[in-house]
């Protein structure tokens, strides 16, 4: 063989050897790649189910009317879902026609000041299935959020909510000086700050509301978890600034003649909500306030999600709430008969 026929065959024969290593090193990679895109996809699939189940409207039962996106303000964040039991007959609200005014739990959804929203199931499935059929109306706001309302702004819309929501209330067949607030999470931050600052409110217009029920909140006292280990949310929420801090702060806001509260915490959380929400509790009750702690053996989305279901958990909330007024402990205490 020529030697030039000789270096011809071994660079074809190189060649060969090549691109077949090349194609078995590309197939090898691509079988690693699907799976590891088969693995990776999986969780995606199952993340994005989560998020999907997590801001599922809700089902509502027969017998229970939404009045959707009611205005609050100008923005179109400044709207409200009101939640009413209508009629069999007639399919109209029930509530009008009663004697006595109804009850209004005033609800405020969660998502880190930054997202949520007020017609997710696990925001209000649960609570109007239970306490609508009651005679109760439930109201479920929106509000300005990160980036462009900081919290004090966020405060200000769940106070111009419910001071709305009071001064409809009657037109719904509700009471104005029957309001429960409520919220979830950073809902929960802002419910406990408004009721922390209560006369306030009351001296710019507001009804005096009954109580508040905060649902695990970590944030009674701003100062003291942005001095210690923190997840970054908190620092977009609140900043750097301790002045801000502490005007953000329940603990640091809570004035006499505010309503009594319950902190309704997770004992599955590792920021340890409970221990907040005891300090706030030992707080309001040496200034003489009323206060008082429901640590759950649930998450943070549970707590939420399952008030409403048939449960002690659900039960301990409703002794609160009827704790507060005769009126509302009579409804809670009714059947499946109408009572109102």
Not at 19 to 36: G, M, P
Not at 290 to 308: F, S
Request: include cysteine; glycine fraction near 8%.
């Amino acid at each position: 063989m020529s030697l030039r026929r000789t270096l011809t065959f071994t660079t074809l024969t190189f060649t060969t050897l090549t691109f077949t290593t090349l194609a078995a090193l590309t197939l090898a990679s691509a079988s690693v790649q699907a799976q590891t895109t088969t693995h990776n996809g999986g969780r995606l699939r199952a993340l994005i189910a989560q998020k999907q189940a997590a801001a599922a409207p809700a089902v509502l039962s027969a017998g229970v009317q939404r009045i959707a996106d009611v205005p609050y303000g100008t923005d179109p964040a400044q709207r409200m879902d009101v939640y009413v039991p209508t009629s069999p007959t007639t399919g109209t609200n029930s509530l009008v026609a009663s004697a006595v005014r109804a009850p209004v739990i005033f609800m405020v959804h969660g998502g880190g000041w930054r997202h949520g929203d007020k017609a997710m199931g696990r925001v209000v499935q649960e609570k109007v299935n239970r306490w609508v059929p009651k005679g109760f109306i439930l109201i479920s706001i929106n509000y300005r959020m990160l980036p462009d309302a900081p919290v004090a702004v966020q405060e200000r819309d769940v106070q111009a909510a419910l001071m709305a929501a009071q001064q409809r209330a009657g037109t719904w067949g509700g009471d104005p000086s029957r309001f429960i607030l409520m919220g979830h999470s950073a809902g929960a931050h802002l419910v406990a700050l408004l009721n922390a600052r209560a006369p306030q409110a009351l001296r710019e217009g507001a009804w005096q509301w009954l109580g508040t029920v905060s649902l695990d909140s970590a944030m009674m006292n701003v100062p003291a978890r942005m001095r210690a280990p923190h997840l970054p949310l908190y620092d977009d929420a609140f900043g750097t600034d301790p002045a801000y801090w502490v005007a953000m702060s329940p603990f640091h806001q809570w004035t006499a003649g505010a309503p009594p509260m319950q902190m309704v915490c997770s004992a599955q959380r590792a920021d340890d909500p409970c221990q907040q929400s005891d300090a706030m509790a030992r707080h309001v009750r040496n200034q003489g306030g009323r206060a008082e702690v429901l640590p759950q053996d649930l998450d943070h989305g549970e707590i939420n999600a399952q008030l409403g279901l048939d449960s002690d958990y659900t039960r301990a909330v409703e002794a609160f709430m009827g704790s507060l007024d005769a009126e509302v402990a009579r409804r809670l205490q009714c059947g499946s008969a109408v009572c109102y």
